[in-house]
């Protein structure tokens, strides 16, 4: 019984080495090589792509005060009112968040 318990050990440790010796030659190969690469660039357009939706939404933000501030309807179209001297104010105070 214990020959047989040391025969499938080492068939199973076979097994697994063989399988990461053929990932890791696979990896090696051109195509392998071009996974990895179009992995890499993958990631890089998500951070990309994450980076400018967050761009874009502190513009809206910003844009939203501004014209507050000026008294602006938010669609531009007219005005909202009369500015309001202490958010016109607030324009020329840096903010928490290091901006105008």
Do not use: N, Y
């Not at 994450?50 to 761009?55: G, H, N, Q, Y």
Request: no cysteine; glycine share 12%; hydrophobic share 45%.
């Amino acid at each position: 019984m214990g020959k047989l318990f040391w025969i499938a050990l080492g068939a199973t440790a076979g097994v697994l080495v063989v399988r990461r010796l053929t990932k890791a030659a696979e990896s090696l190969t051109p195509e392998g090589a071009a996974d990895r690469v179009a992995g890499g660039l993958r990631s890089v357009g998500d951070a990309v792509r994450e980076f400018t939706d967050e761009v874009r939404a502190g513009m809206a933000e910003r844009d939203a005060e501004l014209r507050h501030a000026l008294g602006i309807a938010p669609d531009g179209t007219g005005t909202q009112g009369v500015a309001d001297p202490d958010a016109v104010d607030d324009l020329f105070h840096p903010h928490s968040r290091g901006t105008f």
